[in-house]
């Protein structure tokens, strides 16, 4: 079995890791990301396995960007490591919800958001491409 999962925010040491797990931003964007803590890495024995990208809907409201966990360590609790991170961070900070989404034709991530405390509050129709729908949750903190 493997050890614990440790969960922290990204420096600017892991700027080239986190580029090669999101490439729907740019490198800029994500330098700039690192100093507001809006970035999360997972870490299982000293190596990377996790990323989430933290948004702010109209700049208030954090927002789950994309989550990413390497294939092997999928269900071991690596994203639910990340999200608990998040939550404590977003509560200290006095945030009341988080809000996320995931493709309608992602099941398995829409179980996942709802494994966690998250309820379903709305679609957005063809908003991905191909025409493919947003399916969007808020879990209270």
């Not at 490439?23 to 870490?43: F, M, N, T, W, Y």
């Not at 493919?132 to 879990?139: D, H, L, R, S, Y």
Request: with cysteine; net charge negative.
């Amino acid at each position: 079995m493997p050890g614990p999962i440790s969960v922290r925010f990204a420096d600017s040491e892991d700027l080239t890791w986190c580029g090669s797990q999101d490439e729907s931003v740019d490198q800029e964007a994500l330098e700039g990301k690192i100093p507001r803590k809006e970035i999360l890495i997972a870490e299982l024995a000293g190596k990377r396995v996790g990323y989430l990208r933290l948004e702010y809907l109209w700049s208030k409201i954090p927002y789950i960007g994309p989550v990413r966990v390497n294939q092997e360590q999928r269900g071991q609790g690596v994203g639910q490591a990340m999200l608990r991170t998040l939550e404590e961070f977003l509560r200290e900070s006095e945030f009341r919800v988080l809000m996320s989404s995931s493709q309608v034709n992602e099941p398995g991530a829409q179980e996942w958001h709802r494994k966690m405390g998250f309820q379903e509050c709305g679609i957005i129709a063809g908003i991905n491409k191909g025409g493919i729908g947003e399916v969007f949750f808020t879990k209270p903190l």
